[in-house]
């Protein structure tokens, strides 16, 4: 168990809708980074957030958005979404803002769109 | 741009096997880190080994061994006698100076046969 808390583990919907991913990162750890993986474009970094400010941002598109909460945790929200959007979305964290340290992994949620 | 290529996209193995997986990176960076994640059947996404561009000093642990040799970009993977349990999903990653983000090659799909 990595310590890090994602919900809801499973997750469908319907294109043009809106979700919201949740992640409870390890305690302590203050950076939050947000992954995507789909079976086309493989692991995709898409933001880092770190105590709660944007830190980096990857491939992620402008219908994505997400915020760290003064509790840090981390929200990720998918609006119009679209049958590509399909995909695995993980959570991770760090103690420090450097991804260069090791990374804690939660579980994903596989987010189904139909 | 980075580029991480693990061209194995899957290998299989009987039990007690050894086997290597490959991975080639491709950077501008002078200072840079290199990852080995594994992912098991059950998604979460595990840290193996970090080692920074500086330090080409083979490392073994247990029956896990990487070979790093920056005069052919290539960061190996070796695991000996292998195991069912050693069956997932290897990803190897590379992580930027700025310490911001991680590109992860495609992966391999390992299966050990009993």
């Known amino acids: 168990d990595s310590g890090v808390t994602q919900t809801p583990k499973h997750l469908i919907t319907a294109t043009g809708q809106r979700v919201t991913l949740r992640c409870s990162p390890r305690?302590?750890?203050?950076?939050v980074y947000w992954y995507q993986q789909s079976l086309d474009q493989g692991l995709q970094f898409l933001i880092q957030y770190y105590n709660g400010e944007e830190r980096a941002k990857g491939n992620i598109l402008e219908r994505f958005s997400a915020q760290q909460f003064p509790d840090l945790h981390s929200e990720l929200n998918l609006s119009s979404l679209e049958l590509g959007d399909s995909a695995l979305y993980f959570c991770?964290?760090?103690?420090?803002?450097?991804?260069?340290?090791?990374?804690?992994f939660g579980s994903g949620t596989q987010l189904s769109v139909l | 741009a980075q580029k991480v290529t693990q061209a194995q996209t899957e290998i299989s193995v009987v039990e007690k096997e050894d086997v290597t997986l490959d991975c080639v990176y491709e950077?501008?960076?002078?200072?840079?880190?290199l990852f080995w994640y594994k992912q098991p059947p059950s998604g979460e996404l595990v840290f193996l080994i970090r080692?920074?561009?500086?330090?080409?000093q083979n490392e073994i642990s247990g029956r896990y061994s990487w070979n790093f040799q920056k005069s052919t970009s290539s960061f190996n993977f070796t695991i000996t006698a292998s195991q069912v349990v050693d069956s997932a999903v290897y990803f190897c990653?590379?992580?930027?100076?700025?310490?911001?983000?991680?590109?992860f090659g495609g992966g391999t799909r390992l299966m050990v046969k009993p």
């Open positions: 950077t501008r960076d002078t200072t840079y880190y």
């Open positions: 080692r920074n561009s500086f330090d080409e």
């Open positions: 990653a590379h992580g930027d100076n700025a310490g911001n983000m991680l590109t």
């Open positions: 305690s302590g750890d203050l950076s």
């Open positions: 991770a964290s760090s103690d420090t803002g450097g991804v260069n340290e090791k990374l804690f």
